[in-house]
Every structure is written in C-alpha cells, then in structure tokens.
C-alpha cells in the first residue's frame, strides 16, 4: 500500500518538474519491479519461513510476474540510459514501469 501511494506521488512530481524545467531539463522517471539484488536475496531471506527456502521465496515471487522472472540491475540501467538519451529527446514527465509487468495500476 505504501509504495503504490509513493509512486502516485513520484509521478506527479515528475509530471510538475517537467512541466517547469522544460525545455532545458526532461524529468522522467522509472519504476523498478523485483530486481535481482543483495537486498532482495535479503529480504527473500526473511521470508522463508515454515521449511521454505530462499529460491522458493523467489520462485514464487518471479511466478507473479508476467514475464516470470527478476530484473536484472543491467535490464534497468539500459532503461535508465534510454530516457536519459537523445534516442528518449521527446520523452519529458513520462513514468516507465521496468517491472517485467507486475505493477498491475495505471500511472
């Protein structure tokens, strides 16, 4: 609850940063699913519970996902490239979910 309340908010202030820093400045932002990291190994951890392993927690996690899996820290910064890139120049207040399709709202 508290981080789709956050998202809400982190889009809306993209939306007001880019409306005032235009031209000069694009402000995007980028949403990140389950990424494959130490700190989700960690917290996989403190979840296996009850004779479930930490691949078990992840399984289960990554089964959530449209597309099945993690993100890797590698698939996220080729996004984050991307719309700081001349390829994204027309890109400007827009929120990108890099999420493997699990984030279910609309922004």
């Given at each position: 609850?508290?981080?789709?309340?956050?998202?809400?908010?982190?889009?809306?202030?993209?939306?007001?940063?880019?409306?005032?820093?235009?031209?000069?400045?694009?402000?995007?932002?980028?949403?990140?699913?389950?990424?494959?990291?130490?700190r989700?190994?960690?917290?996989?951890?403190?979840?296996?519970?009850?004779?479930?392993?930490?691949e078990?927690?992840?399984?289960?996690?990554?089964?959530?996902?449209p597309?099945?899996?993690?993100?890797?820290?590698?698939?996220?910064?080729?996004?984050?490239?991307?719309?700081?890139?001349?390829?994204?120049?027309?890109?400007?207040?827009?929120?990108?979910p890099?999420?493997?399709?699990?984030?279910?709202a609309?922004?």
């Amino acid at each position: 609850m508290l981080s789709n309340a956050l998202r809400t908010g982190v889009a809306g202030l993209a939306k007001t940063l880019a409306l005032e820093l235009a031209p000069t400045v694009r402000v995007n932002t980028l949403l990140p699913g389950n990424m494959s990291t130490d700190r989700s190994i960690e917290l996989a951890r403190s979840r296996a519970t009850g004779g479930r392993t930490v691949e078990d927690v992840m399984a289960e996690t990554s089964a959530a996902a449209p597309l099945g899996r993690y993100g890797t820290p590698d698939e996220f910064a080729r996004a984050a490239v991307f719309v700081s890139s001349p390829a994204a120049s027309y890109l400007t207040g827009a929120t990108l979910p890099v999420d493997g399709g699990i984030i279910r709202a609309t922004l």
